[in-house]
């Protein structure tokens, strides 16, 4: 995922909203599997965890205000997601078990679709990059074909 990586310049507004994602997605799928609570999660990745290092690169700091935004919202509206997904889901991926970190990236993508802050190519968009990041292309596929009907429906 080529946005979260930052360069020696002071990184954009889109590379900050882009990183606020892919934290949220891998905080929340640290929370689902650790049994944390999201104010625990959100702490950790704001206080700890934000332009860390990886592979010898820094990365960049997430927009604070929207990966709480993504993560209490998440959390105060799972259950309304979840439902949202399933009836979004196709007949194929209905039968599927979708793993967590999968389910994860579809419903902090649903959050920000059920809220319309920021247009909805651009949310889909991040979420396949942050998708891409852990995936092949039919979990990335199915990312799209989720997302994308499910903008469809708050448009």
């Known amino acids: 995922m080529g946005t979260p ?4 310049s002071k990184p954009s507004a ?14 929340l799928y640290q929370a689902d599997q ?32 929207l990966l709480k935004k993504i993560l209490y919202g998440v959390d105060e509206r799972r259950p309304e997601l979840e439902s949202i997904i399933d ?13 967590p970190l999968l389910k994860s ?7 920000e679709l059920l809220i319309q802050d920021v ?8 979420y396949l990059n942050v998708g891409h990041s852990f995936y092949d292309r039919n979990e990335v596929a199915l990312i799209n074909g989720v997302l994308d009907s ?4 708050f448009q």
């Open 150 to 153: 499910i903008s469809s429906i």
């Open 105 to 111: 990236i579809l419903i902090c993508g649903t959050f």
């Open 5 to 8: 990586i930052s360069s020696k």
């Open 87 to 99: 009836s979004n889901l196709n007949k194929d991926a209905q039968d599927r078990t979708i793993e």
């Open 14 to 27: 889109n590379a900050k909203a882009s990183s606020a994602r892919l934290a949220a997605v891998q905080a």
């Open 119 to 126: 247009d909805s190519p651009i949310v889909i968009n991040d």
């Open 34 to 65: 650790n049994k944390q609570s999201i104010r625990s999660v959100v702490d950790e990745y704001l206080n700890h965890r934000s332009g860390m290092e990886v592979e010898g690169e820094q990365m960049v700091q997430p927009d604070g205000a």
